[in-house]
């Protein structure tokens, strides 16, 4: 007994190693998060941050929580994060220097008045000397332990979180779907469209965008035999999104060589 | 039988049944809302009969439950005082009508809109006085602000749309005070034997003179900004201006005195000791007022203006005979209500008949009006002098008994509110000249004199004002044992003469 | 280890139940039913299961109980007030929300793209909404009868998600709209970081998640007061951020303006009594023995809501805007029946919120009404002589404006009459004072809203108020008839909460 | 006292004619001026019948009194509306009444050009209803309901042809000025009240004896403000110059022969109470005494005749004021010489109406001249007034005047000695400017315009002049034949201790009629023998000057309360505007103010937001930081 | 070593998290510093539940991880939406409701 209490009040040396070890890096990566310019570090280092709880988790006797933490949040949830970076545009950088006057400096402050406070609360308030230790609950297994609570005790949040469940997809739903709401055209009906249309000039197709040899790339119009641009050539959403490039820069002759090619 | 509730329960009827007529029946409206303050008139007065005037008890009582979960209830009882200002917001209500029968006709809105909006007030007004419980009484006080603010804002002239919210809000920012009060006396009263709000009950309250005094505070200045009184006056110029004269009448004549009525029924009533305190300080803003707004009404180029400020000079001897604390003080002041509002009333509707033909109320653009429209000059004059208190007039019955009331008791207060007279004579003396007197200024040659609508309505008012002016008893009968029995209740009794041996 | 099979008493959890069931079924409408029928599908049956939830509440309204849900659930008086005025008020709200006018017509699409006209033009609607609104109302109705934090906490997201989505739905100003959601959204997860937080350390405190284990805690005074103390601090933001009281506010003038006004109603009006309602069960049985600790913390956020609502809502010109100061404002009124922590200021929040709740639904249905050919109008300037075009509109703006404002003979004023006297009766003086003084300033600007609608002359530019459709009809005119009633005659409801607003423990 | 059912007839009999008139209107334009003499004339046979039935009782027997009704009654404060007439009332309800009628005859033909002339008729009734009531009210506070109800007659006559601004500006500065005196009797009733609890005449005379000087005095002096203001006396008396711009007959009835002599009543009604505050008395001898010799200053530089004639008016009450400060001894000549006075100044105001309805409305004497030939009736009774006023034996003012005089130099001591100088004096400023008057208007040479053709007036207005003539003649006889008076009035003062004769009436007498001849002579000598300007000269001495702008009342009235008045009136109209109602407004934008400041608060970005949370937050772990430590 | 360096470990990581939202301007940044937040309140959680000695803490944990996968998707919709919309993922562009 005189063991357990032992283990009870402190941790065992090992598990200090770890903590030693792991806990100014998951703060190191957390700080990271904060002060890195690209987002999809800060996703990296977010990971991280998660593995490493996931680690303490383990180490204080939730192993079936530190393997949720790892399969569900940085398995599934890092990776949807990151898949809407990959949309958003994985490049895209943040700079740093703040654009609203006085937010730092109240940031910083308020940072620090609430971390200080907050950890000369938890000193004052002189936790964990009598701690009871999580081996008797998890006597019958952790898993085991945590599937009891939850399928008895905690069963009503348990179903109302399918609620929540279906209420998220439904909004994803909602937000991200488009629904169909004309027929898409058939082959067959596009080819008539073509040919029983205004004019024929489209008919053979519309011309491919680019400019062979100098921009060869679907943003650019490609030039006309009168070397005037197509604007037919190239795709209406790029045009929305004022991605397309003017083709005049390109013509021969008039090469402005000043204009960097994207890499 | 429930008389109360049926004087209260005619004027909201008559607005039902203005509302149900077509917009477009003018006339139509205008008689029926006429014929309905004249029932109601008829029914106070016939209530008046059998009121026992020796009997200092709350008569013709009614009470039902109204909301029990805060002990609240609908309780009406009315004493000498509140009689006496239930005649006198039922008198005043037809002579509004038929004086202004054509004033709602600029307004934002329909006549009928008018109409239904002053039948409302008229229950209010009623109930106002009526209510023997606080938090009805309160209901009241704030509600009425409505109408009048939509009267004000909807019919008036000028800047009408902002002394209506000046109004407003001036109006509820007192009320809230006395919110304040009201839910503090509302909260000892539960810690005192049960939750109430009958007047009676929470008259016998319990509490520190702190207390007492900030609560006391609370109501006062409530009814200081409605009867104002300097220096939370300034908004009652600005709103006399803009409404019409009919509104002007109301709120000058019945709601204002809501105000000084309160400061007897519940300042007086509630917190005898407080009252005590701070009678010394109230006595001096009352003689600011009255000196303040004489020579203010002096100045006054406009002639509603000039009459707002004379009223402030009148509320000023009102409190003033209030918390002097004696009979003949109180019996004055509770008659001054009285009376003020048949020579505000005719001061304002007379004078809104000149305005009215002429298209300005600046005085000085009147000049020579006893040659051209001689019984509209008549009538001003009388009005201007019974505002000026002359012996043989109303006003001067209750203005003396005031003054003496006080001199019994703060010679120092009586002597420099007695300069008031004085000044009294100027501010009424001064636009009767520019208005009346003279050459007749250019504009004026073919203005036309009263007609007989208007002379019938307000030969009532004249008619008042010159018979109480001689017989003032079966009113002073009816206040006399409720202003003794409030002076008495706070312990006062009337300074025996010295005999100049102090 | 045995496994004893957990008793739910679904009985008690039926409301919430029937309302879930709804959902369900409205997200299947979704994927099955054609689109001309699940509009209308959509609405009977969202109405039909508030309905039925309320029959359901009104049956189990004698109910008390604390085991329903194996404790997770308490199902007694105020929860039942609670829960029958959040479904009162989701009723006329979804009244108002059925005027599909209001949501985009496809909020995938882009703002301003052929596929956005496309979609107006074949008459698309995001009928998701429905369901999206029962969940939000389910989470709304478990909020506040929840009894342990898990079941809080699950309850708060479930009321949230829906409405940030909602928020961002807007047929018209999308950007605006999107702005909103997202700002509700990001704080939203923000404070509920805190809050989450904060039952981290009540756990800690008292080794217990259900609020009869930490309710044991703090009787007992045994445990480390500085966790107890941080807990309730991170808790009281979480709840302080929904209800909106400053400095956790910002969200909601942003929000409220944003959002599609249907659905500003009805999140101003019901979240405010799931919050309100669950802050009540929380302060009064869990913390009411450490009322040292957060009363005063708390009566200083009410003097400052109050203030600071009634200040800058007279500065406003738009009138959503305006309309969220003055629920900022509320929110502080409200907060003083929290701290008065009596049985009066039980029953005065209730009144208070159910008061408050309907005028709200009705005075925002009335800006779903004011348009041009933009869309809703909610500058305040062109709502100028609004009393001359159309006055029973007006007239009825200006009567849910009173009541706000709290002048006799509405609801209003009983609910700040009973609520500050309840406060004052418990001591805390100063909140009324600073309450009835901002009341005082807070009248200014409904008077000022009062003063152009009535008495300026209008301006001739396309603002013209809509003839609102049956059920907006049927919803404005319930919360005038509500708001007047309560104000003139509002004993039988009070006698009715008084007799039931008892928390069992 | 003996109660009487008629004396409410006295005044209800023109207070109906004045109703009447008013209330109907043009349609009385016909007969109304009839009625109104006849109510007058009515008033006057009763009060006559009144005087038969006293003087059938006995002394202590003669004052009859009657309850009307209760009028004010609150508390303590119980006030009938009662009437009472003793020996004192009746001679003033005859004065009133009788001068009254005579003046109502007159005025039919004054004012017969006139088209508001029943207007007029129904001031007048008006006016004799509010008179008799001053003089029949049996309390303080009745009284000074007929005291303001004659303030308002006068105002309205005065002011009775307002159109002109002009008259009306002189008939609100008679109100407004009056009504600084009636404050004081406010002041006195108030005093009274709170001091003896009652307000009566017979209460006040009977607590009188108990009660502390200072008190009496206090109420003597303001019943004496009150009296200044009435009786047109230092320093209240500016009004009664510009009370000329009425017509004449009002100038002959109130500012001359009655209302102007109601402080005289006032102060004789109040005997009681200045005999035992000798204080208040001698401050009552100081008005009179000044203002008999101010008006009588001014009188000797006015050119206008009814100016001149008010301010012998003036001077003239100064007198009896004096002779009632005198105490037990005075207060019957006051009583006499305001009666002889009522007659003959009567009679002059209307002889002067007459010149002056004869002259096209001229009114400046330097434009008369040798009017004897044109107008022999009006000079006949303007001259018995003129004898009557310089004090000639045996006309009436020789009687009345001579008393006072004599009266003043037996007060006693220096006091004695001065005022009785300032009484001879006067007589002597008098005789001059009397005689200044009557050689201007009536003898030497005619300095009227060509177009002007004087003539005599018709009899109904000759009529009345002549009566007050034979009584401008005859009343100082009667009034002293045997004492008759004296004796008469007796029972109401205190009885009185033989004074100490300074000098024997004999020789005041002879040092009196000595100093008007002097005033005469001197007259005489500077209008009679050389040619009068038509226009006032310019380059007169700075005396006259001074004398001409009434002493400079006027000036120092303007300067000393009008301007500061006007000034303080703007200055607080601006206060009122920018302070008091700019606090409020104040308010209202510093609410505004704050509100839109605190707006910025709300920037539109989301981090800033979730910085005020956070900022909330920390502030709430400090709290508890604070708690725990 | 004592459990509660859990607990610091804990508060430091939340108030990172905060100030994250704070200082940085990428909605997706942010939302995963709240999520750093959330994460931080499970550490105390868990640490919570073993110096207490039952396993409730590490329920409240879990389903914190689903309560916040479920915010994850509703978040991320809403900010890929505004992204769609604006072409920006900054939060700071989102500033057209204000005052």
Known sequence: MNELALQVGQTAAPEAMLFWILAPLTLAAALGMLLVKKAVHSAILMAFVMVALAIFYIAQGAPFLGIVQIVVYTGAVMMLFLF?????????????????????????????????????????????????????????????????????????????????????????????????????PTQRQLSIDRFRGDSLATAAGLPAPGVFARHNAVDVPALLPDGSPAPASVNASLKARGDVLDSSHFELGTVDTSVEEEK | MTWLTLLMALPLAGSLAVAALPKTNEKLVKQTALATTLIVMAATIAMALGFQRDNVELQFVEKYSWIPFFGINYALGIDGLALVLILMSTILAPVVVLAGWNESHGGRWSVKTFYILILVLETMMIGVFAATDVFLFYVIFEAMLIPVYFLIGGYGTGERSAAAVKFLIYSLFGGLLMLASIIALYVMSGAQGGHTFDLAALSSLEMSSTTQDLLFLGFFIAFAIKAPLWPLHTWLPDAAESATPGTSVLLLGVLDKVGTFGMIRYCLTLFPEASKTFTPMILVLAVISIIYGAILAIGQRDL??????????????????????????????????????????????????????????????????????????????????????????????????????????????????????????????????????????????????????????????????????FYPSPLLKVINPAASHVIAQLGFNDPVPTNGSK | MVFTAPVLNYTLLSPILILLAGALIGVLVEAFVSKALRSITQLTLTIGTLVLSLAQVWKIRNAQSTTAAMGSVVIDGPAILLQASILIIAIISVFVIADTDHFTALAAALPGSDEERHAVQTGNQVTEVYPLTLFAISGMMLFPVSSDLITLFVALEMLSLPLYLMA???????????????????????????????????????ASVTFAGIRESVVGGSGNDVLLLIGIAFVSIGLLFKVGAVPFHAWSPDVYQGAPTPITGFMAAATKIAAFGAMLRIYYTVFANAQWSWSPLLSAIAVITMLFGSFVAIAQRDVKRMLAYSSIAHAGFLLAGVIALNKAGLDASIFYLFAYGVATVGAFAIVTLVRDSAGEVTDLNRWKGLGKRSPWVAATFAGFLLAFAGIPLTSG?????????????????????????????????????????????????????????????????????????????????????????IFIR | MMSSHSLVYLIALPLAGAAILLLAGRRSDKWGHLLATGLSASSFFLGLYQLSLMLSRSNEQRPVGQKLFEWISVGTFNIDAGLMLDQLSICFVLLITGVGTLIH???????????????????????IAAMLLLVLGDSYLNLYVGWEGVGLASYLLIGFWNQKLAYATASKKAFVMNRIGDMGLSFAIMIAFATMGTVSFTGVKAAA???????????????????????????????????????????????????????????????????????????????????????????TAKDDIKKALAASTMSQIGYMILGAGLGPVGYAFAIMHLLTHGFFKAGMFLGAGSVIHGMNDEVNIRKYGALRKFMPITFATFGFGYLAILGVPPFAGFYSKDMIIETAFNSGGIKGIILGSVTLLGAGITAFYMTRVMILTFTGTSRWDEEVHPYESPWLMWLPMAILAVGSVTSGYLLSHGNALVNWLSPLFESHGEHDEFLPPMVVSGLALAMVAIGVAIAFLKYSRSDVDAVAPSDVSIFTTIARQDLMQDRFNEAVFMRPGQLLTSVLVKTDEAIIDGAVRGVGRAAMGTGATLRGVQSGFVRSYAALILIGAVALIAAIWVVVQ | MNAANYLYLSAMLFTIGAVGVVVRRNAIVVFMCIELMLNAANLSFVTFSRINGDLNGQVVAFFTMVVAACEVVVGLAIIVTIYRSRRSASVDDASLLKR
């Open chain 4, 209 to 299: 004896e108990h009660t502390s000087t200072a008190a009496l005095t206090a109420i003597g002096i303001m019943l004496l403000l009150a009296a200044t203001g009435k009786s047109a006396q230092f320093p209240l008396q500016a009004w009664l110059g510009d009370a000329m711009a009425g017509p004449t007959p009002v100038s002959a009835l109130i500012h001359a022969a009655t209302m102007v002599t109601a402080g005289v009543y006032l102060i004789t009604r109040s005997n009681f109470i200045f005999d035992a505050a000798p204080t208040a008395q001698l401050l009552v001898v100081i008005v009179g005494a000044i203002t008999l010799m101010f008006g009588a200053l001014i009188g």
């Open chain 3, 168 to 206: 961002g739905l807007s047929r018209r100003r999308r950007l605006a709209s999107q702005e909103a959601a997202l700002k509700y959204f990001l704080l939203g997860a923000f404070s509920s970081a805190f809050f989450l937080f904060g039952m981290a350390y009540l756990y800690g405190y008292s």
């Open chain 3, 413 to 501: 004023f009983i609910g700040k009459f009973s609520i500050f006297s309840a406060a004052y009766e418990s001591g805390a003086k100063g909140v009324v004072i600073v309450g009835v003084l901002s009341s005082a300033i807070a009248a200014f600007f409904y008077i000022r809203v009062i003063v152009l609608m009535f008495f300026t002359d209008p301006v001739q530019d396309g603002t013209s108020v809509e003839i609102p459709s049956e059920l907006t009809r049927i919803a404005i005119i319930f919360s005038i008839v509500v708001t007047i009633a309560l104000g003139v005659y509002p004993a039988p409801l009070l006698d009715f909460i008084t007799n039931l607003a």
């Open chain 1, 84 to 184: 809407i970076l990959m949309l958003v545009g994985v490049d895209s950088s943040d700079s740093l220097t703040e654009t609203i006057r006085g937010l730092r400096p109240i940031a910083i402050t308020a940072a620090v008045g609430f971390g200080g406070l907050l950890v000369s609360l938890l000193g004052r308030a002189s936790i964990g000397r009598g701690a009871v230790g999580i081996e008797a609950a998890n006597s019958e297994g952790n898993v085991e332990g945590i599937a009891q609570l939850l399928f008895s005790t905690f069963v009503w949040p348990f179903e109302v979180v399918s609620a929540l469940l279906i209420t998220a997809a439904l909004g994803a739903m909602v937000l991200a779907h488009h629904h169909r709401i004309q027929e898409r």
């Open chain 2, 304 to 469: 509603k203006r000039l009459i707002a400020f004379t009223s402030i000079s009148h509320f000023g001897f009102i409190t003033m005979g209030i918390f002097a604390m004696t009979s003949q003080g109180h019996s004055g002041a509770t008659l001054y209500m009285f009376n003020h509002a048949f020579s505000t009333a005719a001061l304002f509707l007379v004078g809104g008949w000149m305005i009215s033909r002429r298209g300005s109320s600046t005085i000085a653009d009147f000049g020579g009006l006893q040659r051209i429209t001689p019984v509209m000059a008549w009538m001003f004059f009388l009005a201007g002098m019974s505002s000026l208190a002359l012996p043989g007039l109303s006003s001067f019955v209750s203005e003396f008994l005031v003054l003496v009331g006080t001199f019994t008791r703060y010679p120092a207060h009586a002597v420099i509110a007695t300069c008031g007279i004085v000044l009294a004579a100027l501010y009424i003396l001064i636009p009767v000249q520019k208005a009346l007197h003279g050459p007749t200024t250019p504009g004026n040659e073919n203005l036309s004199d009263l007609n007989l609508r208007e002379k019938i309505a307000i030969a009532p008012v004249i008619a008042i004002i010159v018979v109480l002016g």
């Open chain 4, 105 to 127: 005859i007159y005025s039919i033909s004054y004012m017969s050009h006139d088209p508001d002339r029943r207007r007029f008729f129904a001031f007048l009734n008006l006016f």
